[in-house]
C-alpha cells in the first residue's frame, strides 16, 4: 500500500531536483562539454518543456483515487504497469549507483575493488532508504542547503577568472541546440517518483509540483554552463567533469584545494539519489510480493540493484540514457493507458 | 546474546579494512611534486620530476630530488620518472609546469594538451617556457635557494596581478600553442618571469618584454600595476599606472566597425630626481599636461604592441570575439577573407589622469 502519511511538498519538490541536478554534477561528459553554453542553456529549456509536456498530463492523472489504486495493485492493469515502473526505477537506481561510483573513483583515484565500493554504497542506500522515506526527504532540506553552499563557493571561487571573451558566438545555433537535445535529453525514473509520491502531497498539484522542480533544475544548469563557460572556455571541451575541474581551479584567499569539500557534498547527493530512487522502487514493489517480504522490501531489490548496475559497466553510456528513457516512457504511457482503460470501464 | 549483535561489529570492522584504512600512503612515503619540467629530443620526450620530501638527517627540512624519464611519449617519460623514486609521487600540490628549450620552440601545444586532460595534474598549473635543457634544468634545482626560487613562483599564482598563465588558459584542445606564454628567464639572483612569448602555430614568433608584456597581460584580463620612466622639462620621472582597465567599444565609421579600446587608469606617486621638480609636480598645470603625456606614451605603446600583433593577423586578445558579438556573419566572412585586416579594425589610445 503506497504510504497514506502526508509528504511535504517543498521536501519532495527538493528531493526530486536533488536527484535532477545530480546528473549535472557527477556524470561524465565525454565531449558533451564540447557543445558551446548556448546551445546547452537552450537545449536545456527545450528538453525541460518537453518533459513538462510529456509529463504534466500523466501527473495530472496519478492525483485520482483511480491511480492510487492502479498503485496498491487492486486494479487489472497493474501488475504489468507496476512491473514496467519497477523496471524503470531498477534502471535508474543502478544507473546512479554505478555514477556515484564512478565519480567516486574519479574524484578521488581510490583503487578499491569495484564490486566491493558498489556493494558498500549500495547498502548505505539501502540504510538510507529504510529509515523512511520521510526521513529522507528531511535528510535532502539539509543537502540542498549543502549544495546551494558549494554552489556559492565555486561561484566566489573562480569569479576572478571570469572572462566574457571566453563565451562562444553562436556559429550553427540551430544545429548545436539539436546537438544539445539528442545528447542531453533523458527520462528519468526521479520525474515518476512526483506521481508515485505526489498523491501523498495533499492539495498542491502534481503539475504545479514538477514545473518547479523542472525550473529550479533549468535553472542551476544554466548557472553551471554560464560559469564553467566564463571561465574555462574552449578548455571546457577537453573536460569530462567540468564542474569538478571549477571546484579544483578556484580559491578563496588562502583556501585552497577545496575540491574535496565539494566532492563530499556532491557524493552525498549521489547517495541520495540512489536511496530516493530505492523508495520508489520499494514502493512499487511492494504490491506485487508476497506478504512476508513487503516489509523487506526495500532489501528485497538490493541484489537485482547489484546485479544491474555490474552489468551496466559493459554498455555506453548513451545507450543506458536512451534505455532509461524507454523504460520511463514506456511506464508513463502504461500509467496513462491504464488509467484510460479504467475509465472507459467505468 | 543475540548472533546478530555479537556479529555485526566484527562485520562492519571488516568491512572497513577494506576501506583503503590498512593500505593507504603513509606521508613520509609520499613524494609531493612540486614541479614538473618536460622536454623534447628527436624522437622522445623527457620529463623530470621536482620531488620534495621530508629530510631523513634533519627535521623540518625538506629534501628535493630530480626523477628524470625518457619515452617516445610524455605518459611514458612520466612513468619512467615515477619509478625511479622509492616514493609514491603525489601530484596534487603541482602547480608548475617548465617546458624546456626543445619542447619551447616547437611541440609546447603537446604538453599543454596531456598535462590539461590527464586527471591526475591539475588544471590551474602554471606554465613557462624556458631555454633550459635537461641538464641546465638539473642544474638550477642543485642551487642553494632552488626551493625559495619556486616558492616565490608559487607565491605568484596568489597574487590577483600574477604573472603567471594557467594551463586551462591555455590550452585549446588542437595541440598547438596558440596565444602568450609567460617566459621564464634564468638569473643568477633569481628567476624572471615577466616576459611572454607569443606563439601562434606551435611556433613562437615574438617576446613582448617590460611594460609590452604588462599591457599585453592587461589587454588578456590580468590586474597589472605600469611602471614607466619618462622625460619632464629635462628631467626623468618615474610613474606607476595604479589598477588600469581596459575598454572595448564597437563604432561604425564609414560603414565599417572599429574596435576602440581605451585604457584608463589614475597614476598616483610620481617621482622626480630631485626635490624641485617634485614640488613642480604637484601643481594642477603640471599634472594636466603630465595627463596628457603620459597618456601619449602609453598610447604609443599600445600602439606598438597592436602592430606586432593584430596588424599581422594575429589575435592573442580575443579583439574578434567583439567583432563576432556585434555581427558574427561579418566577422566570420571578413576575417576569412583578410578584409578586417586591410583596414584600421583595431584603435587603441589612452587615457590617464594625474591625481
Known amino acids: 500500500m503506497p504510504h497514506k502519511t502526508l509528504i511535504n511538498t517543498r521536501q519532495l519538490i527538493i528531493g526530486v531536483y536533488l536527484c535532477l541536478v545530480c546528473d549535472s554534477l557527477i556524470r561524465p561528459l565525454p565531449g558533451g562539454a564540447a557543445i558551446a553554453a548556448y546551445g546547452r542553456i537552450f537545449g536545456a529549456f527545450l528538453c525541460a518543456t518537453v518533459v513538462l509536456f510529456l509529463f504534466g498530463f500523466l501527473l495530472k492523472k496519478c492525483q485520482t483515487e483511480g491511480f492510487v489504486a492502479l498503485l496498491a495493485a487492486k486494479t487489472p492493469h497493474s501488475k504489468w504497469v507496476l512491473c514496467l515502473l519497477s523496471f524503470a526505477f531498477l534502471l535508474g537506481a543502478a544507473r546512479s549507483l554505478q555514477q556515484s561510483e564512478m565519480f567516486y573513483r574519479y574524484a578521488t583515484g581510490q583503487t578499491l575493488p569495484l564490486t566491493l565500493l558498489l556493494l558498500l554504497i549500495l547498502v548505505v542506500c539501502l540504510y538510507a532508504a529504510h529509515t523512511g522515506l520521510e526521513v529522507l526527504l528531511r535528510t535532502g532540506t539539509v543537502l540542498a542547503i549543502l549544495l546551494a553552499g558549494s554552489l556559492v563557493l565555486i561561484a566566489i571561487a573562480n569569479a576572478p577568472q571570469m572572462r566574457l571573451q571566453n563565451l562562444q558566438i553562436p556559429q550553427q545555433p540551430i544545429e548545436s541546440i539539436w546537438q544539445s537535445c539528442m545528447t542531453g535529453f533523458n527520462l528519468t525514473p526521479e520525474l515518476l517518483l512526483v506521481g508515485v509520491l505526489g498523491h501523498s502531497c495533499g492539495q498542491q498539484k502534481n503539475f504545479g509540483i514538477l514545473f518547479k522542480i523542472l525550473l529550479l533544475t533549468v535553472v542551476s544548469d544554466v548557472v553551471f554552463t554560464l560559469i564553467s563557460e566564463l571561465v574555462l572556455g574552449q578548455f571546457e571541451a577537453l573536460q569530462v567533469q567540468p564542474i569538478h575541474t571549477l571546484a579544483r581551479l578556484g580559491g578563496i584567499s588562502v583556501f585552497r584545494r577545496l575540491d574535496a569539500v565539494h566532492v563530499s557534498v556532491w557524493l552525498l547527493i549521489a547517495v541520495f539519489r540512489t536511496a530516493l530512487l530505492c523508495v520508489g522502487l520499494g514502493e512499487v514493489l511492494r504490491p506485487l510480493l508476497p506478504s512476508k517480504a513487503k516489509q523487506a522490501a526495500v532489501w528485497v531489490v538490493a541484489l537485482p540493484i547489484f546485479a544491474v548496475a555490474v552489468l551496466l559497466y559493459h554498455v555506453p553510456e548513451l545507450v543506458q540514457q536512451w534505455a532509461e528513457t524507454f523504460f520511463v516512457f514506456a511506464a508513463g504511457a502504461g500509467i496513462a493507458f491504464a488509467m484510460r482503460k479504467e475509465k472507459a470501464h467505468e | ?355
Open chain 2, 1 to 355: 546474546m543475540n548472533k546478530t549483535k555479537v556479529f555485526a561489529p566484527f562485520l562492519v570492522f571488516w568491512i572497513l579494512t577494506f576501506c583503503g584504512c590498512s593500505s593507504g600512503v603513509a606521508l613520509s612515503q609520499r613524494g609531493i611534486v612540486k614541479a614538473v619540467f618536460a622536454d623534447k629530443t628527436i624522437t622522445n620526450y623527457v620529463v623530470g620530476l621536482v620531488i620534495v620530501q621530508g629530510s631523513e638527517k634533519e627535521a623540518g627540512k625538506e629534501e628535493i630530488s630530480l626523477q628524470w624519464g625518457e619515452g617516445e611519449t610524455l605518459a611514458q617519460a612520466i612513468q619512467q620518472a615515477e619509478q625511479q623514486g622509492q616514493s609514491v609521487v603525489f601530484y596534487g600540490q603541482n602547480q608548475l609546469l617548465f617546458a624546456g628549450k626543445q619542447a619551447s620552440q616547437k611541440g609546447l601545444g603537446k604538453v599543454l594538451d596531456y598535462f590539461g586532460t590527464e586527471q591526475a595534474s591539475r588544471p590551474n598549473m602554471a606554465v613557462y617556457a624556458t631555454e633550459q635543457t635537461p641538464e641546465e634544468f638539473e642544474e638550477w634545482t642543485e642551487q642553494e635557494d632552488f626551493f625559495q626560487q619556486l616558492n616565490g613562483l608559487e607565491k605568484d599564482l596568489e597574487k590577483s596581478h600574477k604573472q603567471a598563465r594557467m594551463i586551462y588558459e591555455l590550452n585549446t584542445g588542437e595541440q598547438k600553442a596558440e596565444g602568450l606564454v609567460p617566459f621564464l628567464e634564468k638569473k643568477e639572483n633569481g628567476t624572471d618571469t615577466s616576459q611572454l612569448v607569443l606563439y601562434d602555430d606551435d611556433t613562437p614568433i615574438l617576446l613582448l618584454k617590460e611594460n609590452q608584456a604588462q599591457l599585453a597581460r592587461l589587454l588578456l584580463g590580468t590586474p597589472v600595476v605600469l611602471e614607466y620612466v619618462t622625460q619632464y622639462q629635462g628631467n626623468s620621472i618615474g610613474y606607476s599606472l595604479q589598477t588600469p582597465r581596459i575598454t572595448h567599444e564597437i563604432q561604425l565609421e564609414n560603414g565599417k566597425p572599429i574596435l576602440h579600446l581605451t585604457l584608463q587608469g589614475s597614476v598616483r606617486g610620481i617621482t622626480a630626481a630631485t626635490a624641485q621638480m617634485q614640488a613642480q609636480l604637484s601643481r594642477w598645470e603640471s599634472r594636466k599636461e603630465l595627463s596628457r603625456k603620459f597618456s601619449q606614451q602609453i598610447s604609443s605603446e599600445l600602439q606598438q604592441l597592436l602592430q606586432q600583433t593584430w596588424q599581422q593577423g594575429l589575435d592573442p586578445f580575443g579583439f574578434g570575439w567583439w567583432f563576432g558579438v556585434w555581427n558574427n556573419q561579418w566577422y566570420q566572412q571578413n576575417s576569412s577573407s583578410g578584409a578586417l585586416w586591410q583596414y584600421p579594425s583595431v584603435v587603441v589610445e589612452a587615457d590617464v589622469e594625474v591625481v
